[in-house]
Each structure stands twice: as C-alpha cells, then as structure tokens.
C-alpha cells in the first residue's frame, strides 16, 4: 500500500495575519460527477479597529533656517531648440541655431530645472543679471 505524500509548507508561522485570513476559506470541494449542491461552511469576518491619528504632532518642527543653506542650481535660459544629433556634429564656428522664442519674449529663471519666473536681461557693472518681471504662481509640470 502507498503511503500519503504530504506537503510542508516552508512559510508556515511567518505571517500569522496572512494564514489566519486564508484558514477562513473553506476547501475546495472535490470534483465528481454529481450535481449535487454542496452547502459551504460559514465564514465568520471579524471586525478591525483602527487608531485614530490626530494631525497634531509632539516633535519639533523644522526651522526655515535650515533651508537657507541649501545650494540650489539657477539659470538663465534665453530659449530652446530641437535640434538632431547630425546638426550637433556639423555645428562649426559660427554657426546659428534658431531658438523657440520671439524677440522682446521675457526670459526664464529656472531653478534646479523649474520655471520659477520670468524676466528681462539688465547689465551690472561688467555683468548680466536679470530682472524678475513676473513670478511664476503654479509649478509647471
């Protein structure tokens, strides 16, 4: 006589929530021929009570200090072009690429790659700078 192989599960007593939400599930009825309805066993749910988080915290909060000391990259950017990988190539001295953006158009200010504002080219000294004629409100995505 042959003896009932048996399967051992290597996961069993590692996730406890996991086998008790599938210990409710009842067995899968064996196939026969009948068609015969076979009641399944009654399932019982239990009910889960959650904290209730309040917003509030008791840490500290984080002084806006701190972030004044954070570099961040800023640019300047007159326009943009889409260009392909052979015009790079035959780029030479003196070559015009022409650019997204019509003459008098306010530039952009952008930090760590986003729009931030708008503004004009002025001189200081020996220096470009811009002037910031318009903030941009929502961040662009």
Known sequence: MAKKKTFDDPLTGIDPVMEGAFSLMPDPAPKTKSRQHTEEPK???I???FPVLSPETSGKKIELDVFS???VNVSVELGRAQVSLKEVFELTEGSIIELERLVG???DLV??????AQGEVVAIDNNYGLRVTHVIAQPQS
């Open 47 to 49: 009910d889960v009570e």
């Open 43 to 45: 399932q019982s749910v």
């Open 105 to 107: 158009e306010p530039l």
């Open 111 to 116: 930090v760590n790659g986003q729009i931030v």
């Open 69 to 71: 000391k954070i570099p």
